[in-house]
């Protein structure tokens, strides 16, 4: 009954969210307060990623991580992310005249990544979990963070640009809130898991696929920003969330493996 509530968390998540959302965009329209924007941008911009982490912590196998660091990951990767690659970008931008797509991807993925850097090194790797699962969904919530971060960021350019035209906020906000799980949440997802992995199996095959995977990150990264249109952004959409499905799907096997009962000394069953 437990493992079905947490399987299903993310629809209860995602349904209180959207009530939340709405009724604050009913009463923003309704009374004409503008005290109510902040309220209607936060929600906007964090309702579907932090359904998609729920949904993707209930599917790392029987280890999980504590809310506790999940919640760090998004904040402090939201906030340390966002702040070092905007001073990166802006100092190359300055240096160079121009920013090609694929040195933006670059920055910003490896921004990403300090924040879970810390985590897996300095609380995870303290307590012996060497699990690539824990690497992944700790990446999932700090690209959320990055991801609901800069979503609110352009929800508030686009209320100043139009004058106040709640409709574009909320363009803004239903386009970039419902393809965050598909770009910056599960490519720092991937790479964080890819490096945990390198962690629990060290080898020289491991630090092959986590290049090959960042590698993968930037290159989705930049794709993402140098196309419009709907149909490349279903076929990045669908490349990066398959993409995440499989290396979880992968890292729940490992994790599954590593926790299995061993045999008790002297005996050849498994522990009862």
């Not at 850097?117 to 700790?138: H, K, Q």
């Not at 794709?223 to 499989?246: E, M």
Request: a positive charge.
């Amino acid at each position: 009954m437990r493992d079905r509530w947490r399987r299903w968390a993310w629809v209860g998540v995602l349904a209180v969210g959207l009530v939340l959302y709405f009724a604050v965009l009913r009463t923003l329209t309704g009374t004409q307060n503008p005290n109510f924007v902040p309220a209607l941008i936060l929600l906007g911009a964090t309702v579907v990623p932090l359904s998609f982490l729920t949904f993707a912590q209930a599917r790392t196998g029987r280890w999980q991580v504590p809310a506790s660091t999940l919640v760090v990951a998004a904040f402090f990767g939201g906030v340390i992310g966002t702040v070092v690659a905007g001073t990166l970008e802006y100092d190359t931008l300055r240096g160079l005249g121009a920013l090609p797509m694929v040195l933006v991807a670059l920055i910003e993925e490896t921004a990403k990544l300090i924040v879970p850097v810390v985590l897996l090194f300095l609380v995870l790797a303290r307590r012996g979990r060497r699990l690539p699962s824990d690497g992944l969904i700790i990446g999932v919530a700090a690209g959320m963070g990055f991801a609901a971060l800069e979503t609110m960021g352009y929800a508030f350019t686009a209320l100043l640009s139009s004058r106040g035209d709640i409709g574009t906020v909320e363009e803004t906000l239903f386009v970039r809130g419902l393809t965050s799980p598909a770009g910056h949440t599960a490519w720092t997802g991937l790479t964080a898991g890819a490096l945990w992995a390198v962690l629990a199996s060290p080898g020289a095959r491991r630090a092959l696929e986590f290049l090959g995977t960042f590698a993968g990150a930037v290159a989705l990264h930049a794709l993402w920003d140098t196309f419009s249109g709907v149909v490349p952004f279903l076929v990045l959409a669908a490349i990066s969330l398959g993409w995440l499905f499989r290396a979880l799907h992968r890292y729940r096997a490992f994790g599954d493996h590593r926790a299995a009962p061993g045999p008790v000394p002297g005996t050849t069953g498994p522990v009862p």
